[in-house]
């Protein structure tokens, strides 16, 4: 986990990958610590096979690149135009 100015960058694996994401909000020392909660109960529902990763991350294009069934996340218009 790295302080920045506006955001907060988390960093941890999932599947075998590296993912990073940023949580907006400023780097104090309380909301540091709250990232750091956060990082801890990633790791942990990641050990139990219950992550999942859109729900905490609901806006990252990375979702798609490491959900189970990529396609269960596409909107029906991308349905549609396939």
Known sequence: MRPATRSIAIDFYYRGKRC??????????????????LLWQIKVEIEKGTFDYATHFPGSKRTVHVAAKPAALDTLEQVLTR
């Not at 990073?20 to 909660?37: D, F, Q």
């Open 20 to 37: 990073r994401e940023r949580i907006k909000l400023p780097s104090t020392a309380r909301n540091l610590r709250c990232c750091e909660n």
